[in-house]
């Protein structure tokens, strides 16, 4: 442990606490509650979906939204832009460690956060946007790299991830230009370290129906140019970032039709000599009652080379499919879940979490002619006198894949609690575990333990 920089980094710690207090105190600004955390933390009680994964219902071009109020002002005559200021922070850390297979482990405990600013619009047509991200180590040993929580040599970092001008071109449909969060199933935030994937790009997105009952169409498209990886402070090609040396970026379009309790959509991902991806999903949900709900989904990847076959250095073409099924019974989701690879190459996920039905905390069981099943329970305590408290608890094995490359099994443990008021309001705890076990070669395992605190900052006055 390096005494001098775990100082250091309090200090700095410190430092912006303090700032922060003053722009509070005497910037007159209202620092609303960052729910985002807490609300994704809640979907995953309600759905199956990993954290990190973004299925295709989910997707969303536009980005999070500061849940704040605006600036206080003494008159409401200021200008849009500057009435509909709103501010958003969140503290958060994080401790990980994990025994990998090889013998070695990486661990780590960082401390930071996020403050994002968001504008009002001018002329009713131009907005900006602005988050700045922090981590910092508290306790990273040099010989325990590779948490992804820092940056390599256990150094921490500061990077103003997103900085973005949004344009409205009628109520539905928008425009930005600049680096932001996008989340769809192949490029998306995969916040599950201490800050997330962030792109520079270009794109088009907005919603039509919707109203008295008609079916609902998300749609949106753009170019993606570069990614600031998780426990990165600088952005770097989409290209580069999938493993090849050259410079390209990656051409996307999607849309995902909703109606009542069905959903389907699709998206195209090309990047012209690294790779051409195509995802297509559908969902739909059966009510049995007033809290049981029976649901099925299905899903189709296939990932090809294209052009001078510059990722890898040859051709190569594979896909997966899957099937998953929720039952919800009151407070429990039980899950099942089913999915193949075909032979050709392994899936990839170069620029967010596997989208993959069993994909899961460590393992994304996208090997090729790998076939994986999953079994998963969750549960909600609120029914029971323990409100804020839940807990899942899953199983995938995966089989087809022989030497070099084992089969292996995954049991993950999760446990979280979320305050819902009194003095630790805003704070969200969550327990995570992993064991994976390789099936030949030794039979090695592998042990992941992750602890995170988020903290949302309160408005003044609460």
């Known amino acids: 442990m390096n005494v001098h920089r775990d100082a250091g980094s309090c200090l700095t710690c410190l430092a912006a606490r303090i ?5 509070l105190v005497f910037g007159g600004i209202s620092i609303a509650s960052a729910q985002q955390q807490q609300q994704e933390e809640q979907q995953q009680i309600e759905s199956s979906t990993e954290q990190g994964a973004t299925e295709i219902d989910q997707s969303d071009l536009s980005g999070p939204q500061p849940d704040g109020t605006i600036v206080r002002t003494p008159s409401e005559e200021l200008a849009p832009f500057w009435r ?6 969140q503290a958060r850390t994080f401790y990980f460690d994990r025994d990998k297979y090889d013998d070695t482990s990486s661990e780590a405990w960082a401390i930071g956060g996020s403050f994002t600013y968001r504008s009002g619009y001018l002329a009713d047509f131009l907005r900006f946007g ?4 922090t981590s910092q180590p508290l306790y990273a040993p040099d010989d325990k790299d590779g948490t992804l929580l820092l940056q390599p040599g256990q150094e921490g970092y500061t990077v103003l991830g997103q900085w973005y001008g949004e344009v409205k071109f009628t ?3 928008f425009g930005a230009i600049g680096a932001k969060e996008y989340n769809t199933p192949y490029i ?3 916040d599950v370290r201490m800050t997330p994937n962030t792109f520079e790009g270009a794109t088009i997105y907005g919603t039509a129906g919707g109203t008295d009952g008609a079916p609902e169409v998300r749609f949106g498209g753009g170019y993606i140019a570069k990614i ?7 952005f770097k090609w989409m290209s580069q970032s999938a493993g090849a040396t050259v410079e390209r970026g990656v051409s996307v379009a999607g849309a995902n039709l909703k109606y009542v309790d069905f959903a389907i959509g699709a998206a195209e991902y090309y990047s012209d000599d690294i790779i051409n991806i195509f995802y297509a999903e559908s969902k739909y949900a059966l009510p049995l009652g007033e809290t049981t709900r029976l649901s099925f989904a299905a899903q189709f990847a296939e990932q090809h080379s294209v052009g001078d076959d510059l990722l890898t250095g040859a051709s190569f073409s594979t896909n997966q499919w899957g099937l998953k099924s929720d039952l919800a019974l009151g407070p429990t989701l039980l899950t ?3 999915t193949d690879t075909a032979d050709g190459a392994n899936m990839r996920a170069p620029w967010s979490g596997y989208p993959g039905y069993t994909s899961v905390q460590v393992k994304d069981f996208n090997r090729a002619s790998e076939r994986a099943v999953l079994a998963r329970a969750a549960y909600d305590f609120s029914s029971i006198g323990a409100p804020g408290w839940s807990t899942y608890v899953l199983y995938v094995h995966g089989s087809g894949v022989v030497s070099p490359n084992y089969n292996e099994n995954e049991t993950d443990f999760n446990l ?7 003095a630790l309001r805003g704070l969200s705890f969550r327990l995570r575990y992993a064991y994976i076990e390789q099936r030949g070669g030794g039979d090695p395992n592998i042990n992941d333990l992750r602890f995170i605190v988020n903290y949302d900052f309160p408005r003044p006055g609460e």
């Open 228 to 234: 600031k990886e998780k426990n990165a402070d600088d």
């Open 336 to 338: 099942l879940a089913y």
């Open 188 to 190: 998306n935030k995969n």
């Open 130 to 133: 602005a988050t700045a991200y």
């Open 19 to 23: 700032a922060l207090g003053l722009v």
């Open 416 to 422: 979280q609690w979320t305050p819902k008021g009194g």
């Open 171 to 173: 109520d539905r449909i």
């Open 84 to 89: 509909d200021s709103k501010f958003s922070a």
